[in-house]
């Protein structure tokens, strides 16, 4: 069948080999299947690493074969200087008299698409493997773009957030100051109705507030490069409990904390984390909280238990989601931010949270961290 060049895509082929029969050899090879598919090939000869290192910095190809052993480098340095470089989207095929798994290992590990030893080499074969790791290699680099686009995309979102969150506090103040100052100035004048009205605005104010308060907190944890470094999770457990003693104090909350390990850490996202989850299991009406740890492989798993009112399980990964509420607005006030915020800080750390909730028994919360080396 005759094949329109046209239609076909050229690719350049550098061959990085000291011996003039292979090279040959291998011109042969990409000069029958040229064309057969919907590549054409353009085939480039160097006979050092050096020179194969020095025309990569001068022009772009598509594919290098590579001979293992060169006259001044081996397949592996010539690799870790194509690292060097930072040129780590070209597809490398390594050629090999004698074949080695170890530095077939090795060679994939630096880059290599393939490793081929050469008395095993068909036309198929070279075909195969050229037209195969230009493809990953292009699918490759698809994805780091569109990982790279994703986020920036997230960084300008989370820029957003900040911008729009920080610009909104100031009217809601002045609706709040504002409304405030109406009600002490005109309570004789307002009947019972209109005092309603300013308070309902009062409080859609606050709750907006706490809202925008949550949008701020959730970006800078989205887009803060944090610090880390040893913490004692009996410590930070500790200080919530200490600020959030008048809440525990007046729900006649009982709680009760086992000894719980060091990991790395950033101490104010942990106590963040922290507070969210106790302060929920309070909000929660519960009357007995029971935090403890235990080693799970790699992982710490730390697990806050109660016995409020619990959820449906089958809302187990929605109850994440930020702005999700499981429960009626009236009866449990919220921004449906705080746990989201605690999702964003174990992913911060390298680790998971999970939730189990089952209705009128509670809700077990389960976050698992890399432990200390």
Do not use: W
């Not at 390594?94 to 081929?116: H, P, R, V, W």
């Not at 000894?259 to 996202?269: D, S, T, V």
């Amino acid at each position: 069948m005759q094949v329109n060049n046209d239609n076909l895509e050229k690719l350049d082929i550098l061959i990085v080999e000291d011996s003039p029969t292979d090279t040959e050899f291998y011109k042969r090879m990409l000069g029958q299947i040229s064309g057969k598919t919907k590549f054409i090939y353009n085939v480039i000869e160097t006979e050092t690493g050096a020179e194969g290192l020095d025309l990569l910095d001068e022009q772009r190809v598509d594919c290098v074969l590579l001979d293992y052993n060169l006259p001044d480098f081996t397949g592996l340095e010539f690799l870790d200087e194509l690292n060097k470089s930072g040129q780590k989207n070209i597809s490398v095929v390594m050629l090999t008299g004698q074949g080695n798994e170890s530095i077939a290992a090795q060679s994939f590990k630096k880059g290599a698409q393939d490793y081929i030893v050469k008395e095993h080499l068909t036309i198929q074969g070279l075909q195969r493997s050229v037209n195969n790791a230009v493809e990953k290699n292009r699918l490759e680099n698809e994805i780091i773009e569109q990982h790279e686009k994703i986020k920036q995309q997230n960084q300008e979102l989370q820029k957003f957030a900040y911008i729009a969150s920080h610009d909104l506090k100031e009217p809601l103040r002045k609706i709040h100051t504002f409304s405030n100052m109406l009600k002490k100035r005109c309570d004789d004048k307002l009947d019972e109705t209109e005092n309603k009205y300013i308070d309902s605005m009062q409080k859609a104010s606050e709750r907006m507030g706490a809202l925008i308060d949550g949008l701020l907190q959730l970006s800078r944890i989205e887009a803060d490069d944090i610090d880390f470094k040893k913490l004692d999770l009996n410590s930070a457990v500790q200080s919530v409990l200490e600020d959030l003693e008048i809440a525990i104090q007046e729900n006649e909350v009982e709680i009760k904390v086992a000894p719980l390990k060091k990991i790395n850490a950033n101490e104010l996202q942990i106590r963040q984390l922290f507070q969210n989850l106790i302060s929920n299991a309070i909000k929660f009406n519960s009357s007995q909280i029971d935090i403890s740890g235990t080693k799970k492989g790699k992982m710490f798993q730390i697990t806050i238990s109660d016995n409020g009112i619990g959820f449906d399980p089958k809302n187990n990964d929605r109850i994440f989601l930020t702005f999700e509420k499981l429960n009626p607005k009236n009866l449990f006030e919220g921004t449906g931010i705080g746990l989201s915020i605690c999702k964003q800080i174990m992913e911060k750390h390298k680790g998971k949270i999970s939730a189990i909730g089952k209705p009128g028994e509670g809700a077990i919360f389960k976050m698992d961290f890399p432990l200390l080396p």
